[in-house]
């Protein structure tokens, strides 16, 4: 679930990755795994993209 305004969803586990897309605040979706760094893995319009875990969490 996205913790703020909105969040970029990405191919990878850092900025320096494209983007997939942006969701706004209260959007949830299918949790695969979380890295060291804190990023998330999430299912994305049946891909996996990333999102930051500054601006998330799992619920």
Known sequence: MC???SVNIRVGNDTKYGR???V???TTFEWIATAENGGHAIVVNAQ???V???YSEVT
């Open 20 to 22: 997939i897309s942006s």
């Open 3 to 5: 913790g703020s305004g």
């Open 24 to 26: 706004k605040d209260g």
């Open 52 to 54: 930051s875990g500054k």
């Open 48 to 50: 996996i993209g990333w």
